[in-house]
């Protein structure tokens, strides 16, 4: 497997799917929902630190989301976002993961287009998870989800200004909810792009099609990634283990580039 690609893997998955992911020799994005950080099997971590070592393979993480900002005016989900950000740190720093996926949580319309309110609650949210990724060793990569445009990111990166902390850019995303071009994407991110989630889609629903079964231009894609500084890591996010070999085959042209 590639040094820099991976390929999701649920964590309620991860048990039965752990010896698959060795054999093959597959890099892992263990993706955690909330309720899986108060019920962590500490065996199943070890075993799946071990193994990945011991076979020359690398993790990454993707933190929870659901019902969580990082941005949020309400203090109750503020601090309930912090609990389970610092859960998913110390999760990831027990399976030896040095990368970590976060949701910034901004939405034009929950926020009335007021993009600095979400900004200014953003700046006090971010300093002390990033000080904590600093103490485990562990980049964070903010995602685009609900985003049109990249200002808001473009600004959250700016200000916080750690080099522990840049942009996960997910290009199904992008295609379901974005109005800018991938240039245009590119252009003012392109020194803050560490990590990218790659998966298809029509511009209809986030279906996580495998590369090359919707109509994202990936050519195009691979093209502005060759112009990049350094070359992001990858995670192909299929929903299936069938889906997911799909994806890679449809990946290795773009891969030998």
């Given amino acids: 497997m590639n040094r820099r690609l991976y390929i999701h893997l649920p964590y309620r998955q991860l048990d039965s799917r752990l010896d698959a992911f060795l054999a093959n020799r597959h890099n892992a994005e263990i993706a955690f929902k909330g309720q899986d950080l108060d019920q962590l099997d500490p065996g199943l971590l070890k075993r799946t630190a071990d193994g990945f070592r011991e076979a020359g393979l690398f993790l990454t993480v993707h933190g929870p989301f659901l019902d969580l900002n990082p941005g949020a005016l309400e203090p109750y989900v503020f601090e309930a976002t912090a609990i389970r950000y610092r859960q998913a740190l110390v999760a990831a720093d027990r399976?030896?993961?040095?990368?970590?996926?976060?949701?910034?949580?901004?939405?034009?319309?929950?926020?009335?287009?007021?993009?600095?309110?979400?900004?200014?609650?953003?700046?006090?949210f971010w300093p002390p998870i990033v000080a904590l990724a600093?103490?485990?060793?562990?980049?964070?990569?903010?995602?685009n989800i609900f985003e049109t445009e990249p200002g808001t990111l473009v600004q959250l990166l700016d200000q916080l200004d750690s080099p522990l902390v840049g942009h996960c850019f997910d290009v199904g995303h992008w295609r379901l909810f974005s109005d800018q071009t991938l240039d245009a994407w590119f252009t003012p991110l392109a020194k803050r792009i560490i990590h990218l989630h790659l998966h298809d889609n029509r511009?209809?629903?986030?279906?996580?099609?495998?590369?090359?079964?919707?109509?994202?231009?990936?050519?195009?894609?691979?093209?502005?990634?060759?112009?990049?500084?350094?070359?992001?890591?990858?995670?192909l996010e299929a929903r299936s283990a069938e889906e997911a070999d799909r994806s890679l085959q449809n990946l290795k042209p773009y891969l030998r580039r």
């Fill in 203 to 235: 511009g209809s629903g986030d279906d996580h099609l495998p590369i090359g079964e919707g109509d994202i231009d990936f050519k195009k894609l691979f093209r502005l990634l060759d112009s990049l500084p350094n070359q992001p890591s990858i995670t």
């Fill in 95 to 124: 399976l030896g993961a040095k990368l970590l996926v976060f949701h910034p949580g901004y939405e034009y319309w929950k926020y009335g287009g007021r993009a600095k309110l979400w900004l200014d609650a953003s700046l006090k």
């Fill in 134 to 143: 600093e103490e485990f060793g562990i980049r964070l990569a903010i995602e």
